[in-house]
C-alpha cells in the first residue's frame, strides 16, 4: 500500500511509533526511527525490522525538544531515502500534577516535545512534499486532545494545541497533495501502560485485571486497550492514496471515550 514511499516517524523506539514503524515496512516504506533507548537494542529493531520487510530502514537520535536536531533528522532522512513523504509526529511525554504545583520546566518540556517538535518537523518536511506535490503528515495527538482531565495541564494543552497546529498545516496545503490529521488514540496497550498496571495492582493489592477495568481504562467504554497495530493500521491508512480526501480532522481511535 506504501511501496516507495518513504516515512520518519518520531519517538519510535518504543510504544505507538514503533508500532506504526513496524505497520509502513509491512506496508512496504522506507522508515526513518527516532527517540531514545540502548544503541544496541535500537540496532537490534532497525536491522530486524530492515530484514522483515525488506525496506530501508535509518534511525535519528534527534532530541524533540531541539529545533536544530529535529530538522537534522529531516534531511538525514531525504539523503537516506531521497525524500520523505510521510512524516509521522509521535514522539511524546507526560508530566501529572495539579495546575498549582506544576513545575515551570515541566510545562516547558511537555509543550516542547508533545507540540513545538510537531511545528519544527512539519516546517522542515513540507518543502520537499510541496516540490513533489505529495505528503501526508500525521500528529499523534490524544483522546486528550479533544477532552480534559484534571492533572494533565500541560500534556491536555499540547494535545489540544496538536490539534490546531493539524488544522492550520491542512488549510494552506489542500491544494498542494498533502494532507495533515491528527491521531487522537485512548489509551493504547504499550510497555509504560503495563508497567503502570503492575504499579497501581501492588499499590491497591488488586487483581491486574480489576487495575485495567476499574482504574485504567475507567473512561474507556469498550473496557478494552487499543492495541499498537490498530493505530499503525489507521496510520497506513491516512498515508495511502485512498485517504487523500480527509485533511484536517482529529481521528479518534478511542474505544468510545470521547464519545461521552
Ligand atoms: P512511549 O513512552 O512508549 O514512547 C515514547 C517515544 O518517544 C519513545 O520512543 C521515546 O524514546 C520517545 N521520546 C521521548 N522523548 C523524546 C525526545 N525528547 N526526543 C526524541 N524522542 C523522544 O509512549 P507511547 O505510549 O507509545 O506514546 C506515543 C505517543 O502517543 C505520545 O505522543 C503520547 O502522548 C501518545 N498517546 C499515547 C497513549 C497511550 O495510551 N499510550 C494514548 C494517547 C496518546
Avoid at 26 to 38: D, P, Q, S
Avoid at 99 to 114: H, M, Q, Y
Avoid at 176 to 185: F, L, R, S, V, Y
Amino acid at each position: 500500500m506504501l511501496g516507495g514511499k518513504s516515512a520518519i516517524v518520531t519517538g519510535s523506539t518504543s510504544g505507538i511509533g514503533l508500532g506504526i514503524a513496524r505497520s509502513f515496512a509491512a506496508a512496504g516504506a522506507n522508515v526513518m526511527l527516532n527517540g531514545f533507548g540502548k544503541p544496541e537494542e535500537i540496532e537490534r529493531v532497525r536491522s530486524s525490522l530492515a530484514a522483515e520487510s525488506n525496506v530501508k530502514v535509518a534511525f535519528s537520535g534527534a532530541d524533540m525538544s531541539k529545533g536544530e536536531q529535529i530538522e537534522q533528522m529531516v534531511r538525514e532522512a531525504e539523503q537516506a531515502f531521497g525524500q520523505v513523504d510521510i512524516l509521522v509526529n509521535n514522539a511524546g511525554i507526560q508530566f501529572v500534577s495539579p495546575v498549582t504545583d506544576f513545575p515551570a520546566e515541566k510545562w516547558a518540556s511537555v509543550l516542547a516535545i508533545d507540540l513545538s517538535s510537531n511545528f519544527f518537523a512539519i516546517k522542515a518536511a513540507l518543502p520537499g512534499m510541496r516540490a513533489r506535490k505529495w505528503g501526508r503528515i500525521l500528529n499523534v495527538s490524544s483522546a486528550h486532545g479533544l477532552v480534559g482531565s484534571p492533572f494533565k495541564s500541560a500534556y491536555v494543552s499540547a494535545k489540544h494545541g496538536v490539534v490546531g497546529l493539524t488544522k492550520v498545516v491542512a488549510l494552506e496545503n489542500a491544494e498542494h497533495g498533502i494532507t495533515c490529521n491528527a491521531i487522537c488514540p485512548g489509551f493504547v496497550r504499550t510497555p509504560l501502560v503495563e508497567g503502570q498496571i503492575d504499579g497501581q495492582a501492588k499499590a491497591h493489592g488488586i487483581p491486574r485485571e480489576q487495575v485495567i477495568r476499574d482504574v485504567i481504562l475507567a473512561s474507556q467504554p469498550t473496557k478494552q486497550f487499543i492495541e499498537v497495530e490498530e493505530v499503525g493500521g489507521l496510520a497506513v491508512f491516512l498515508s495511502s492514496d485512498l485517504a487523500r480526501s480527509i485533511t484536517g480532522t482529529a481521528i479518534a481511535i478511542d474505544g468510545g471515550w470521547t464519545a461521552r
